[in-house]
């Protein structure tokens, strides 16, 4: 595949250390020209229950509201997992019964 030599040939040229280095600045260059990849990637992730509302609309370079307009206008409910709950809990100072066990 020519992508693979021309990769290749990069870090050889010593333009890049290795070719993590090289595919982290081509997904940042991708992201840069097009932000709505970020916004996607957003969305996905937080379907997943990867990310909190919070750091989706981060990832995707908009406001917390915003992120729930777009949410809603995709028709996506949205949800808060035990996960989530529980990584709050942690850093809270005090303890709350939870009626769940935490994983």
Not at 36 to 54: D, F, K, P
Request: charged share 25%.
């Amino acid at each position: 595949m020519i992508q693979e030599l021309e990769l290749n040939a990069l870090v050889k040229a010593g333009i890049f250390r290795s070719r993590t280095e090289a595919v982290r600045e081509a997904l940042r260059v991708l992201f840069a020209t097009r932000p709505q990849l970020s916004v996607e990637a957003a969305v996905q992730l937080y379907r997943e229950g990867e990310v909190t509302l919070g750091r989706a609309a981060e990832i995707a370079g908009i406001t917390r509201w915003e992120f729930e307009t777009l949410l809603a206008d995709r028709g996506i409910a949205r949800s808060v997992t035990v996960r989530q709950v529980c990584k709050v809990r942690r850093y809270e100072s005090h303890s709350s019964y939870l009626p769940f066990a935490c994983p």
